[in-house]
């Protein structure tokens, strides 16, 4: 049986792709086991498990606004982090498939396909498009740009003048599954609607609620993926 070594493995999204595996033996390692701002330690803990794949969904990611008020740990984590994994793999010869975000287009007419210029909005984005820099130094590697929400949606009330294109957290991790052979860059993301068109879908009693002018200069006006190139590749399946 194929290993797979999954960072961030407390994380929502890395307990949803144990969760549904029923194909590889995957080692989802927390950061007590797996720091990856320690180069020595990824190289330890390679070496320990001998994965032919890693997923790497460890990230400093949410609130997005303490990427501004902890520059240092966003640095540390998303690209420094990404850099260590990159050279453990590099080294091991392992399959690396980053977890990235829709963050790291420029939020302006949504939409957008893989090949389009970057041009992030906020520190998160430039945090993982840091890290994204550094995967592409291995030919064989994977980007996975997901737009990833929890499920149930996690909040009160949703946006319903902001676009995106929210996947599930569950559905999400049963794609990354079918990926992991897949190399180059690949956005992953649902229906292009509002958070609250999305939301209300399994919850009617969410809440409206209009984005900020100052929001919107955080996040964007529509940060929606064209996930067409997936939708081909999942035929297949």
């Known amino acids: 049986m194929r290993r797979i070594i999954l960072s961030g493995g407390?994380?929502?999204l890395a307990k949803k792709i144990f969760f549904f595996n029923k194909k590889y033996k995957i080692y989802a390692l927390n950061k007590k086991t797996l720091d990856i701002t320690n180069y020595k330690n990824v190289i330890k803990v390679i070496k320990k498990f001998k994965p032919n794949y890693f997923i790497h969904a460890a990230a400093f990611s949410s609130p997005m606004t303490?990427?501004?008020?902890?520059?240092i740990e966003s640095?540390?984590?998303?690209?420094?982090?990404?850099?260590?994994?990159?050279k453990a793999c590099y080294l091991s010869k392992t399959k690396l498939i980053y977890i990235s975000t829709n963050f790291v287009y420029p939020g302006k007419k949504g939409n957008y396909k893989e090949a389009e210029s970057l041009?992030?909005?906020?520190?998160y984005g430039w945090s993982k498009l840091g890290g994204e820099c550094a995967v592409k130094f291995l030919k064989d590697s994977l980007i996975i740009?997901?737009?990833i929400t929890k499920k149930p949606f996690p909040h009160k009330y949703a946006f319903t003048n902001y676009l995106t294109s929210f996947l599930s957290n569950?559905?999400?991790a049963k794609i990354i599954l079918k990926l992991v052979n897949k190399k180059g860059i690949i956005n992953m993301g649902g229906?292009?609607?509002?958070?609250?068109e999305y939301a209300t879908k399994e919850n009617k009693n969410i809440l409206r609620k209009k984005i900020s002018?100052?929001?919107?200069?955080?996040?964007?006006?529509?940060?929606s993926l064209d996930s067409s190139n997936l939708k081909n590749i999942l035929k297949n399946f």
């Open 10 to 12: 407390e994380g929502e």
């Open 66 to 71: 303490q990427h501004e008020k902890n520059p």
């Open 75 to 86: 640095i540390n984590v998303n690209i420094i982090g990404t850099s260590n994994v990159v």
């Open 119 to 123: 041009n992030p909005i906020n520190l």
């Open 145 to 147: 740009r997901a737009c």
């Open 170 to 172: 569950d559905d999400a």
């Open 191 to 196: 229906k292009i609607q509002t958070p609250y």
């Open 213 to 223: 002018l100052e929001q919107k200069k955080k996040m964007g006006y529509d940060t």
